[in-house]
């Protein structure tokens, strides 16, 4: 049996944007590969028809919609760094089934981000625009190329006037907007239908209707989006609610109902599980229509997925929607009187879906495998693969199953694993790596895993759980307000006692500890607060919430909401609750790693780590990397994430010899 070696992550092939056609003939999606020659990502997109699958548009293709049953519609990639960050244009292509070459269709005016078909030749586009350039899109070849050179002019510096003024994977976004619009083909009619600062949230197309969701800012977002409704006919837009109760994630159609997946975050925070709600498209009321309590949304972590994924659809009398649930993401339906059916539940993920009458399509996460097709039977209940894209990847490697192990702490029953060492003798003795997952609001599961599955080949235990904070158990459970540190740190420390006693082939002396955001937060407390592991990589970390507040994209909201305290009226608070306090007290070895471009956890919190553990004489060893964000480890660089994988697995190595 051969090890997973750091490198075989270039072999998995990612399934994303999976899309029936109208008629359910057939369906498309993007296939992703990662290319170290060129050090990115191969996309191309594919065919499933007539129980085969094949490539259709070969070449890079990030995105697409079904144009007609057997045409579909996809922007270019831009060809440089600088064409990608001008943002100035989107081109569009068309593509037949059964057509060798695709053909021009339209090129807009702008950076569009999402485009959904309202009939033949109309279209609702959401398109990141400069609000310092309202009427870009509007403009003259001539007047558009001055507004360009100006840009480039003006590269060297930037101008913040506003909050949040960057974001995670994409830079500095002061007064950028995420802008809707109506493109009418026939004239080539582009028509903004809000304002240069109005931030879409959310929108649906149902009969004569678009409903949109936002808000218009200046400053500061209030997160409250209002709505708009459009009506198709007579072409006119208006408000149908101007309230600022709700936080909308998302909105969809089901028959002629709108219904929001929203929250008021006034029972949890920023964190609250979000409720289904039915917004009437005549009057604007909304009212609730389903609070289950459940996350929606799949937050199972894994290291091996890329590109979009669709979490809600609307059919004509169901809306079907991902939901993680304890340790598992499963695909449930709600109906429209508020009743929620679990539809499919087996042990593993459900990455992405579309449905077509008693069939779903489904990309998951099942077998201990990396993503694959399948399918599932309405009629039957049975779920069976499609495609084997990994078969050649993992062909006689070693995949480590997860030994499920159930634990109490604080009266609550948790979820953990461990994965067994490659060549495992019950009789030996081996290190282990205890990991714990971001967030704090995802989860760990029995799925596959790359980087777990590489330190199991590497000769390693490895264990991880959810403990309290973790989504998939209610809105009480996940509740960490003022309490990081505390009840999260107790639940590791009582399962990696519980691993170590039904494991005594683990030598409690080679135990390590690996994290990543949230997880990188837990280990930089981790190393405060006791000296019982032999070495710990932080990654992505927060060490200082009085400074992770002001400089981090979610900062202002989610720091001041989780710490339940802010630097003016609650700075003690922040502090006790903040790693880098206790710092002096760290003996561990740690390497810590970040990178240049993550505005969510930014930089400076691991060097604040790194500087104050070098200061006290303990071992530590820092490694940035230039280009990349918060998502390393999931969509970096290809060389990047294979470097990052050897400095963990020789960090890990050098302190449990």
């Given at each position: 049996?051969?090890?997973?070696?750091?490198?075989?992550?270039?072999?998995?092939?990612?399934?994303?944007?999976?899309?029936?056609?109208?008629?359910?003939?057939?369906?498309?999606?993007?296939?992703?590969?990662?290319?170290?020659?060129?050090?990115?990502?191969?996309?191309e997109l594919w065919l499933y028809e007539s129980e085969a699958l094949r490539p259709l548009v070969h070449g890079a293709v990030r995105s697409f919609i079904w144009d007609s049953d057997d045409t579909v519609l996809y922007p270019a990639e831009p060809k440089n760094k600088e064409e990608?960050?001008?943002?100035?244009?989107?081109?569009?292509?068309?593509?037949?089934?059964?057509?060798?070459?695709?053909?021009?269709?339209?090129?807009?005016?702008?950076?569009?981000?999402?485009?959904?078909?309202?009939?033949?030749?109309?279209?609702?586009?959401?398109?990141?625009?400069?609000?310092?350039?309202?009427?870009?899109?509007?403009?003259?070849?001539?007047?558009?190329?001055?507004?360009?050179?100006?840009?480039?002019?003006?590269?060297?510096?930037?101008?913040?006037?506003?909050?949040?003024?960057?974001?995670?994977?994409?830079?500095?976004?002061?007064?950028?907007?995420?802008?809707?619009?109506?493109?009418?083909?026939?004239?080539?009619?582009?028509?903004?239908?809000?304002?240069?600062?109005?931030?879409?949230?959310?929108?649906?197309?149902?009969?004569?209707?678009?409903?949109?969701?936002?808000?218009?800012?200046?400053?500061?977002?209030?997160?409250?989006?209002?709505?708009?409704?459009?009506?198709?006919?007579?072409?006119?837009?208006?408000?149908?609610?101007?309230?600022?109760?709700?936080?909308?994630?998302?909105?969809?159609?089901?028959?002629?109902?709108?219904?929001?997946?929203?929250?008021?975050?006034?029972?949890?925070?920023?964190?609250?599980?979000?409720?289904?709600?039915?917004?009437?498209?005549?009057?604007?009321?909304?009212?609730?229509?389903?609070?289950?309590?459940?996350?929606?949304?799949?937050?199972?972590?894994?290291?091996?997925?890329?590109?979009?994924?669709?979490?809600?659809?609307?059919?004509?009398?169901?809306?079907?929607?991902?939901?993680?649930?304890?340790?598992?993401?499963?695909?449930?339906?709600?109906?429209?009187?508020?009743?929620?059916?679990?539809?499919?539940?087996?042990?593993?993920?459900?990455?992405?879906?579309?449905?077509?009458?008693?069939?779903?399509?489904?990309?998951?996460?099942?077998?201990?495998?990396?993503?694959?097709?399948?399918?599932?039977?309405?009629?039957?209940?049975?779920?069976?693969?499609?495609?084997?894209?990994?078969?050649?990847?993992?062909?006689?490697?070693?995949?480590?199953?997860?030994?499920?192990?159930?634990?109490?702490?604080?009266?609550?029953?948790?979820?953990?694993?461990?994965?067994?060492?490659?060549?495992?003798?019950?009789?030996?003795?081996?290190?282990?790596?205890?990991?714990?997952?971001?967030?704090?609001?995802?989860?760990?599961?029995?799925?596959?895993?790359?980087?777990?599955?590489?330190?199991?080949?590497?000769?390693?235990?490895?264990?991880?759980?959810?403990?309290?904070?973790?989504?998939?158990?209610?809105?009480?459970?996940?509740?960490?307000?003022?309490?990081?540190?505390?009840?999260?740190?107790?639940?590791?420390?009582?399962?990696?006692?519980?691993?170590?006693?039904?494991?005594?082939?683990?030598?409690?002396?080679?135990?390590?500890?690996?994290?990543?955001?949230?997880?990188?937060?837990?280990?930089?407390?981790?190393?405060?607060?006791?000296?019982?592991?032999?070495?710990?990589?932080?990654?992505?970390?927060?060490?200082?919430?009085?400074?992770?507040?002001?400089?981090?994209?979610?900062?202002?909201?989610?720091?001041?909401?989780?710490?339940?305290?802010?630097?003016?009226?609650?700075?003690?608070?922040?502090?006790?609750?903040?790693?880098?306090?206790?710092?002096?007290?760290?003996?561990?070895?740690?390497?810590?790693?970040?990178?240049?471009?993550?505005?969510?956890?930014?930089?400076?919190?691991?060097?604040?780590?790194?500087?104050?553990?070098?200061?006290?004489?303990?071992?530590?060893?820092?490694?940035?990397?230039?280009?990349?964000?918060?998502?390393?480890?999931?969509?970096?660089?290809?060389?990047?994430?294979?470097?990052?994988?050897?400095?963990?697995?020789?960090?890990?190595?050098?302190?449990?010899?």
């Amino acid at each position: 049996m051969k090890k997973i070696e750091a490198a075989d992550f270039l072999t998995y092939k990612t399934i994303s944007s999976l899309t029936y056609s109208p008629s359910g003939a057939c369906a498309g999606f993007i296939l992703t590969t990662p290319d170290d020659k060129e050090n990115s990502y191969h996309q191309e997109l594919w065919l499933y028809e007539s129980e085969a699958l094949r490539p259709l548009v070969h070449g890079a293709v990030r995105s697409f919609i079904w144009d007609s049953d057997d045409t579909v519609l996809y922007p270019a990639e831009p060809k440089n760094k600088e064409e990608r960050l001008s943002g100035s244009f989107t081109a569009y292509y068309r593509q037949g089934i059964c057509q060798s070459e695709p053909v021009w269709a339209f090129t807009l005016p702008i950076c569009v981000t999402d485009i959904k078909k309202i009939r033949s030749g109309l279209y609702f586009v959401t398109g990141t625009c400069d609000a310092n350039y309202p009427e870009y899109h509007s403009m003259s070849q001539q007047e558009r190329e001055l507004i360009e050179q100006a840009k480039k002019e003006q590269a060297d510096y930037e101008v913040l006037d506003e909050i949040p003024f960057w974001a995670n994977g994409s830079g500095f976004i002061n007064k950028q907007r995420k802008r809707p619009f109506l493109y009418r083909e026939a004239d080539h009619a582009l028509i903004p239908l809000a304002g240069p600062l109005f931030e879409l949230a959310a929108a649906a197309v149902s009969g004569q209707y678009v409903l949109f969701a936002g808000e218009s800012y200046e400053q500061k977002p209030l997160k409250r989006a209002q709505i708009y409704r459009y009506n198709i006919q007579t072409e006119r837009c208006e408000k149908i609610y101007g309230g600022t109760d709700y936080f909308i994630q998302n909105m969809e159609a089901v028959g002629n109902q709108f219904i929001l997946v929203a929250s008021t975050f006034q029972r949890f925070g920023v964190e609250e599980n979000y409720c289904f709600y039915k917004v009437e498209p005549e009057s604007g009321a909304i009212s609730l229509l389903a609070d289950a309590d459940i996350y929606i949304n799949n937050s199972l972590g894994c290291d091996c997925r890329y590109g979009q994924t669709r979490s809600i659809k609307g059919t004509d009398s169901y809306l079907y929607f991902i939901t993680t649930q304890r340790k598992t993401a499963q695909l449930y339906r709600l109906s429209l009187d508020g009743q929620i059916t679990p539809m499919i539940t087996q042990e593993g993920s459900v990455d992405d879906f579309d449905l077509c009458g008693d069939t779903i399509l489904l990309t998951g996460l099942y077998q201990m495998l990396p993503q694959e097709l399948y399918r599932y039977s309405l009629c039957s209940n049975s779920l069976e693969p499609i495609s084997a894209f990994q078969a050649s990847a993992l062909a006689d490697r070693y995949i480590a199953r997860p030994q499920p192990i159930l634990f109490q702490n604080h009266e609550v029953e948790m979820d953990g694993w461990v994965l067994l060492p490659i060549d495992y003798d019950p009789k030996g003795t081996y290190p282990a790596v205890l990991s714990i997952h971001g967030g704090p609001r995802t989860i760990y599961g029995p799925t596959f895993h790359h980087e777990m599955q590489m330190l199991a080949s590497a000769g390693f235990f490895v264990f991880f759980c959810n403990p309290e904070g973790s989504s998939g158990c209610g809105n009480v459970f996940g509740d960490l307000r003022g309490k990081y540190g505390t009840i999260d740190y107790e639940d590791l420390m009582v399962f990696t006692d519980v691993v170590l006693e039904q494991y005594p082939q683990i030598d409690k002396n080679r135990v390590c500890a690996i994290g990543g955001s949230y997880g990188g937060f837990m280990v930089n407390w981790i190393i405060g607060h006791t000296d019982r592991f032999a070495a710990a990589v932080s990654q992505r970390s927060i060490s200082n919430w009085v400074s992770f507040c002001g400089y981090s994209d979610i900062g202002p909201w989610f720091g001041l909401d989780q710490q339940a305290a802010t630097p003016y009226d609650g700075v003690e608070r922040m502090w006790e609750h903040s790693p880098l306090k206790y710092a002096d007290r760290a003996v561990t070895p740690t390497l810590f790693i970040h990178s240049d471009e993550d505005y969510r956890c930014n930089m400076p919190e691991g060097i604040q780590m790194y500087t104050a553990l070098m200061n006290h004489g303990v071992p530590c060893r820092f490694c940035y990397f230039r280009g990349e964000n918060h998502d390393l480890s999931r969509s970096g660089k290809p060389l990047h994430r294979l470097r990052r994988l050897q400095e963990i697995l020789d960090w890990l190595i050098k302190y449990t010899k």
